[in-house]
């Protein structure tokens, strides 16, 4: 087993997971404050790291490191990230994180479509509404962006509730069970799509992929729900389309800069739902089987799943 450095704001939690998963492991942890002060004699001999994000400088305290575990699926902030060598393997987890991004997805879509807020403002009113109904969805196309194992797990959701779903992947290719058109298609799809999910890693292609250009091409029916990444949408041109009627409703887990600043005018629009990036959480239970069978692999010294591309940029 390889020594195995964390370094994670919640490192007790991780290193308690992982050593009683895997109890041959040699395993301590660091809150990301602490990294510096930690013990440089045993990560001199560490070959392997997890993560989410380490201090400037940190890496050169870990001459051996071979191998970084991220703590989460995207790996944007890690792939050009100027202090990991070239030699240093990058991997993603993504754990649940497709289960519970269906969840969300369907969640906030459903809330709209089953109309709650207006049932329960009736409610509230002892006003039976009988005209009130729910929205049908079914035949509806839903546009997902980004089709890995999390996103074909929101298609297959929405799939059951009755939406059409088409997957945008970076080239269209043929799928077995969803069309899958290019990303650069895109626009000509949104004219008939009711919702646009962003579920994709950031890279160069994907970022500002929503912006005026694209949007010029919605409609007051369309909902946009993201839980990729902030930097995928181009604030400004949002505003702009929710208020000129080419997007109906935006539902945002992801924000440019994290946490949102108080002065954000996407906290007080009426179109939009905003939630605090909690989509996907990144619990030690659900991560631990990935980890674990990158870990046994390392140590069997078998190659390991979910290696990042880093020219690709996931
Ligand atoms: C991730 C996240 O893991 O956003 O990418 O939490």
Redesign the pocket.
């Known amino acids: 087993m390889p020594k195995l450095a964390v370094i994670h704001h919640r490192h007790e939690d991780w290193v308690a997971a992982l050593s009683e998963a895997e109890p041959r492991l040699e395993i301590r942890g660091w809150h990301p404050r602490e990294a510096m002060a930690a013990d440089p004699d045993w990560l001199a001999q560490a070959e392997a790291l997890f993560t989410w994000r380490f201090p400037e400088g940190f890496l050169a305290r870990m001459p051996k490191l071979h191998w970084i575990q991220n ?4 790996v944007d902030h890690l792939v050009h990230h100027p202090e990991i060598g070239p030699e240093v393997l990058i991997t993603r987890a ?1 754990g649940q ?1 497709g289960l519970w991004m269906a969840r969300y997805v369907c969640g906030h879509l459903l809330a709209e479509a089953q109309r709650l807020n207006a049932c329960h403002a009736a409610q509230l009113e002892s006003r039976w509404e009988g005209k009130l109904l729910p929205e049908d969805l079914s035949g509806q196309i839903a546009l997902v962006v980004g089709f890995g194992r999390i996103g074909r797990q929101i298609g297959r959701a929405l799939r059951e509730l009755g939406l059409e779903v088409h997957g945008i992947v970076r080239t269209a290719r043929s799928d077995d069970e969803f069309p899958l058109h290019g990303l650069a298609d895109l626009s000509q799809h949104l004219p008939s799509a009711r919702l646009l999910v962003l579920c994709a890693p950031l890279t160069e292609a994907t970022r500002g992929m929503v912006d005026a250009r694209l949007l010029s091409q919605g409609h007051p029916g369309l909902t946009l729900i993201n839980v990729g990444r902030g930097d995928q949408v181009v604030e400004p041109d949002l505003l702009d389309a929710l208020d000129e009627g080419r997007l109906g409703r935006a539902v945002l887990d ?1 924000f440019s800069v994290e946490p949102l600043a108080a002065e954000s005018p996407l906290w007080r629009h009426p179109k939009i739902t905003l939630t605090p ?1 909690h989509s ?1 959480p ?1 619990t030690p239970r659900a991560m631990i089987p990935d980890l674990l069978d990158n870990l046994r692999r390392y140590a069997e010294g078998r190659s390991l799943v979910e290696t990042v591309d880093r020219v690709r940029g996931y």
Not at 71 to 74: I, L, M, Q, V
């Open positions: 703590g989460g699926a995207g993504d994180f992801v990036h996907g990144s």
